[in-house]
């Protein structure tokens, strides 16, 4: 019969202590951090995630590890203090503003909880629509809107060319939808892009 074990971590832990040797990076530090965390030991997590910010203070990763360690001892101001300056990051994830909401509420802070409240549900339906965007390229790659999608992000990193290619194919079909004919025009005009939050994902 086989026996069952559970996983022995501490090798997940000191394979990546060595590595970290050689190439200190703050992403390193990260991952060490979890794999202490898996283990169970809080105390050289913390230090792992620490460890980062030194190498890189803006790393997100590490400030949520932290904060979300402020959280589970209690400490909501401490938590705050690591997430702060990430409030005005425009990819914030709706996971760091959940955070942000339970560490707010926690302080007693319930305007600020309740305002985080809110951007955590649109942030959340944002990533949803943008899953479903994924979803649909994957699925149906070369329909009529994932032709839309292609040229939308070709025009984003200023490849003009391959977009004006795809434009070709975009009118043999349609250009009514409003979010189609402001892509057509920008690509066009060089001008600023319609949101991708515009695209009408009723038709996926």
Known sequence: ????????????????????????????????GNAYDLAGDKER??????????????????????ASASLAEGKPQEGLEWLKGMEQRTD???????????????????????AWRDRVEKLREVEERRQIIEQFLVRSPRSYWATVIRAHRYATTQNWRQAE?????????????????????????RGPLPSVERIPVKHF
């Open 165 to 189: 290619d795809l434009l070709a194919e975009i009118r043999q079909i349609d250009t009514t939808d409003p979010f189609v004919s402001d892509l057509v025009a920008a690509i066009e005009s």
């Open 45 to 66: 997590a913390v230090a792992a995630w620490k460890r980062a910010l030194q190498i890189d203070k803006n790393s997100g990763d590490a400030r949520q590890a932290l």
């Open 92 to 114: 914030l994830q709706s996971s760091t503003a959940y955070l942000f909401q339970q560490l707010y509420y926690m302080s007693g802070n319930e305007d600020q909880g309740a």
């Open 1 to 32: 019969a086989y026996e069952i074990r559970p996983r022995d971590w501490s090798s997940d832990v000191c394979s990546s202590d060595l590595s970290i040797k050689t190439t200190p990076y703050a992403y390193a530090y990260v991952n060490l």
